[in-house]
């Protein structure tokens, strides 16, 4: 028996997701991917449009519910720096599985300008604020 995996990860030890099951870590950036390359996407609508321009009009057509939307998908952009090690695994999975581009940036280069971008935004426009149950 001493020998037998046990704990709450022992079942997950030999597993290797599917290229469909690590896609479902990543909701709200693919939203933001296909909103701004997609037909008729923030990126095709002017020549002239940088990233971080593009980025913020992203934010603009979600406002107000940023607070809901934008850490999460900061988190994400995170969770696939951490999970894909460099570039080539980044542009395999996005740009070659899921037909999702970075434009002209590389991807280690334009998943940390979104997650900047959308921490900065938050910082300005959203002030952390809460309160605890039974106040008024």
Known sequence: MESW???SGSNLE???PTRHELNFRFPHLNHLLQVYFGQDGIAYEDDE???VQGLEMYVEGIHPTCP???PGLVGECHEALALFHDEDSMFWFFQEGYLMGSGSLSWTEWL???ADTMTAHMREH???RWRTLGED
């Open 5 to 7: 995996p046990y704990g």
């Open 14 to 16: 030999g597993a290797t």
């Open 49 to 51: 449009t940088t990233e």
């Open 68 to 70: 809901w939307l934008l």
């Open 112 to 114: 940390p300008l979104i």
């Open 126 to 128: 959203h002030s952390y």
